[in-house]
Nanobody, 124 residues
Framework: QVQLVESGGGLVQAGTSLRLSCENS????????VGWFRQAPGKQREFVAA????????VYADSVKGRFTISRDRYKNTVSLQMNSVKPEDTAVYYC?????????????????WGQGTQVTVSS
């Protein structure tokens, strides 16, 4: 069983940085792809970034490309999302998810296990 726990959310000002972490506390599914998604109030959950099983391949949503960086530490069983130059429109609950695949995927349907989410609020 995979149990994902996100951390690092908070209230920040626009233009600053924030780093989210996702830990797989059961230390399983280390060979699976991991993704970050977000959901703003009144909006559907949307893809943010994903990384494959060994960290060698990543994919980003156009809205965060060049500002966010996803990375993973397989020994610590964590996946991080470094968020730079944040904008008010980045405000959302951020979720990490473990895929059923080893490769990257932006499709929510490819993800089996989800964390509870961490709130990110960006003030202007």
């Amino acid at each position: 069983q995979v149990q994902l726990v996100e951390s690092g959310g908070g209230l920040v000002q626009a233009g600053t940085s924030l780093r989210l972490s996702c830990e797989n506390s059961r230390r399983t599914a280390s060979n699976n792809g991991v993704g970050w998604f977000r959901q703003a109030p009144g909006k559907q959950r949307e893809f943010v970034a994903a990384i494959n099983w060994n960290g060698g391949d990543t994919v980003y949503a156009d809205s965060v490309k060049g500002r966010f960086t996803i990375s993973r530490d397989r020994y610590k069983n964590t996946v991080s999302l470094q968020m730079n130059s944040v904008k008010p429109e980045d405000t959302a609950v951020y979720y990490c998810a473990a895929s059923l695949r080893a490769s990257v995927s932006s499709a929510p349907t490819d993800y089996r296990y989800w964390g509870q989410g961490t709130q990110v609020t960006v003030s202007s």
